[in-house]
């Protein structure tokens, strides 16, 4: 297996713009997770699926904040419109169970400007 | 939910020497406690984990010990390389409600120096 796979790879869009972000975690997997990383925050959980089904998406930080995932294989997070505070690398994760290894994509560093 | 601190925020040490990063928890309930590292520009990954059914496991140079008495876990890193140099971040899971998420401490920055 690839891993989790994420892209874009890295992402520079002007304020205003609708950004969306996309993963395809590991096949077989059922917990689905996207992390935002910055350096004053750290790692936050934004939002994680079960089965495709969002589960907790109380780290979402703002309503211009959306995730799906409409299938077991592929995931997006959708930022409308984007501020340059939403700057970070944002990781999708994914694991076989909810308290056992989390894999991370290599993840989207998004700049907003 | 969770709340996960770990410190030292940053650690250096000294090439060949041992390394110690601490995490505290809250939810007395949490029974998965993994450790991971993530190099610079690079994703975190997994390097050692435990459950609460034991106390202490080792995996050559990384160990990591638990005391659920206290809800405290720590990393042990020996003779300590410069490829070691990396952010870590310990985590526990929440178990409140429907949240079963990890939650992850605030990193440290370890750098040996050789």
């Known amino acids: 297996d690839a891993g989790v796979i994420q892209s874009p790879r890295h992402e520079v869009t002007e304020m205003g713009q609708e950004v969306t972000l996309r993963c395809k975690p590991i096949s077989g997997h059922d917990y689905l997770f996207w992390y935002r990383q910055t350096m004053m925050r750290g790692l936050e959980l934004l939002i994680y699926?079960?089965?495709?089904?969002?589960?907790?998406d109380s780290g979402m930080p703002e309503d211009r904040f959306s995730a799906k995932m409409p299938n077991a294989s592929f995931s997006t997070l959708k930022i409308q419109p984007s501020e340059p505070r939403d700057s970070a690398v944002y990781f999708c994760a994914s694991s076989l169970g909810s308290r056992t290894e989390a894999f991370f994509g290599q993840g989207t560093r998004l700049t907003v400007v | 939910g969770e709340n996960v601190e770990q410190h030292p925020s940053t650690l250096s040490v000294q090439e060949g020497d041992s390394a110690v990063i601490k995490c505290t928890y809250s939810d007395s309930a949490s029974n998965y406690f993994p450790w991971y590292k993530q190099e610079l520009g690079k994703r975190p990954q997994l390097i050692i984990d435990?459950?609460?059914?034991?106390g202490e496991k080792k995996d050559q140079r990384i160990a990591v010990t638990l005391n659920k008495t206290a809800k405290h876990f720590s990393l042990h890193i020996t003779e300590t390389q410069p490829e070691d140099s990396a952010v870590y971040f310990c985590?526990?899971?929440?178990?409140?409600?429907?949240?079963?998420?990890?939650?992850f401490g605030s990193g440290t920055q370890l750098t040996v120096l050789p």
């Open positions: 985590a526990a899971p929440s178990s409140t409600g429907s949240a079963r998420q990890l939650t």
């Open positions: 435990i459950r609460s059914n034991v």
């Open positions: 699926f079960n089965n495709n089904v969002p589960i907790d």
